[in-house]
């Protein structure tokens, strides 16, 4: 029987970001996947702004800015007439606080290609073609059966596998919640002749009902949305050419009511679905896994088993707001963005990691914000890594920030270690300006 540390079963975005998680801090793991080939489609196209911070972190930023682009403008066709719209994102110039203001598309694809490569240069890699038939677990490890016939003992096991998960079937758990359309939904990435790849074209009446076409960055591909049941052979007049995938799917808002069960955890769409109105469901699913991985971390090196509890703690009400927002959003066709869904200001609060007191706008519990030094260096430079960090303001502040950069205490005594993670003390003799805080500057 082979043994290893973790045990995640799925190498989507999510799985992807958990694995880099454990690899940066040098915890044995193993990734599989049921599939024969990594993903090719582009599916979640849309990385949210909070996302982009973490994959700053993650050492991933660069090459994602490098093959996405902002979100296009929307061109209306009705008839013999064409009618310009605003976009689904923001143009905004990044400001002191948020260095990455704007939802930025990258096809699903080349983000996962990113994150394969991080994770290489980590030393770690998917096995594709394996996956998870089923597992047992008592109080001390999981016992899991592969497709290979082999059997795998792990401390723990993070189910990443997608919205048809085995890993949350085996736990007998549901997901709860409804379909918002009855009739399902074909997305496929397309060539298109003789269409403007600078914009997002939407025919409301074509052959067939609604029909969209949405440029994908650097690939010469449209991501086509249709009501559908099959790619046609033109739409509104324009030859549809290769057809590089394909899918269909019914929109929904599910979500099951443990993230946690004993030994095993759920990540992803292993846990919630989502409509893709508002370009959630990717960035929730990355952010299950950046929260869970440096506490399965603390774990595995013997820590204080409470920390774990915490995952399900912030992660599921997050989950839950989320999906009521993606509902939302689709119910209405509102194409308003921004502030409702960057996820920048979803927040840790109420959760028992968090305490002390509010400073200006800053409350435990909330994402930190970037802010400028004056040595021209940034705040998220002295927070990326696998620590822990306590900033200490000139006029004696002390914020105390968690690895994956939410405050997790103001206003409280110093501390070399946070939960397994050494703390690094951010001292600047300098003015710190940081947003919502009139007492730093």
């Not at 940066?24 to 990594?38: M, N, S």
């Not at 902002?70 to 260095?99: D, T, W």
């Not at 099951?256 to 370009?279: I, K, N, Q």
């Not at 970037?370 to 900033?391: C, K, N, V």
Request: proline share 6%.
């Amino acid at each position: 029987m082979y043994e290893t540390t973790i045990l995640i079963a799925g190498a989507g975005p999510t799985g992807l970001t958990m694995a880099i998680e454990l690899a940066r801090r040098q915890i044995p793991f193993r990734l599989i996947d049921a599939g024969a080939a990594p993903f090719e489609g582009s599916r979640g196209k849309g990385i949210q702004p909070r996302t982009l911070e973490i994959f700053d972190d993650l050492g991933v930023i660069a090459p994602i800015l490098t093959v996405g682009a902002l979100y296009p403008k929307f061109q209306i066709h009705v008839g013999p007439f064409s009618l310009r719209a605003g976009s689904l994102g923001s143009c905004k110039r990044p400001s002191e606080s948020v260095p990455y203001p704007n939802l930025w598309m990258v096809p699903q694809s080349r983000t996962e290609a990113i994150l394969r490569a991080r994770l290489a240069e980590l030393g770690g890699d998917v096995e594709f073609g394996t996956a998870l038939a089923r597992f047992t677990q008592d109080e001390r490890s999981v016992e899991a059966t592969l497709s290979t016939g082999e059997l795998v003992r792990a401390d723990f096991l993070a189910g990443c596998d997608g919205g048809h998960s085995t890993v949350r079937k085996a736990l007998d758990l549901r997901l709860e919640g409804e379909s918002i359309d009855e009739k399902p939904t074909l997305v496929a990435d397309v060539e298109i002749e003789g269409l403007d790849l600078r914009e997002w074209h939407l025919w409301p009446f074509a052959k067939g009902g609604f029909a969209g076409l949405c440029p994908l960055p650097h690939t010469g591909l449209f991501q086509l949305t249709s009501k559908a049941a099959a790619v046609p052979a033109e739409i509104a007049g324009h030859r549809v050419g290769r057809v590089a995938w394909s899918s269909v799917y019914r929109p929904s808002v599910r979500m099951v009511d443990r993230f946690r069960v004993g030994r095993v955890f759920l990540a992803g769409d292993a846990a919630h679905v989502h409509p893709p109105s508002g370009g959630q469901g990717l960035n929730t699913g990355i952010q299950d896994a950046y929260n869970l991985g440096w506490k399965l971390a603390h774990a595995v090196r013997g820590g204080v088993g409470s920390l774990l509890d915490t995952y399900q703690a912030e992660r599921l009400p997050v989950a839950a707001a989320v999906l009521g927002l993606s509902k939302r959003l689709l119910k209405t066709r509102s194409i308003k963005r921004g502030d409702a869904t960057n996820q920048l200001a979803l927040h840790y609060r109420s959760s028992p990691l968090s305490s002390g007191i509010a400073l200006g706008s800053l409350h435990p519990g909330d994402r930190m914000p970037d802010a400028r030094l004056e040595d021209g260096s940034r705040l998220f430079d002295h927070l990326r890594g696998t620590h822990a960090s306590e900033l200490v303001t000139p006029d004696g502040h002390r914020i105390l920030i968690r690895p994956d950069g939410y405050i997790a205490q103001i206003g409280l005594a110093q501390t070399a270690d946070y939960w397994g993670e050494p703390v690094r003390q951010i001292r600047p003799s300098y003015r710190v300006a940081v947003s919502g805080a009139r007492s730093f500057r």
